[in-house]
């Protein structure tokens, strides 16, 4: 009971901070102004910082997804489920789950 509250909680700040990083990227994206230098036009943008949280919120995903396939042996991570429903179920939860 104590393993899967921990596991629980651990899962949900690693995807509270992905959420956090994916808004501070959203929030962060490039602009850009149009430059002249007398002969041509060209578009100049400021830093980009925004993919650099956005690829930090999705390895965040990517950790707490392989914790929880870890610790519920799910698929990949440990024996094979016998074919049915059980793990057809699994299949399609996995993938809604990205």
Do not use: H
Request: charge should be positive.
């Amino acid at each position: 009971m104590v393993y899967s509250t921990l596991l629980l909680a651990v899962v949900f700040v690693l995807d509270l901070i992905a959420f956090a990083l994916a808004v501070a990227a959203e929030q962060r994206r490039n602009t850009a102004k149009i430059a002249d230098d007398g002969q041509n036009k060209y578009c100049l943008y400021d830093s980009d910082i925004a993919t650099g949280l956005g690829v930090g919120s999705f390895l965040f995903l990517v950790v707490s997804q392989i914790i929880i396939m870890v610790a519920t042996k799910c698929l990949c991570c440990g024996r094979a489920m016998r074919p049915g429903g059980s793990r057809s179920f699994a299949i399609c939860l996995f993938i809604t789950s990205w």
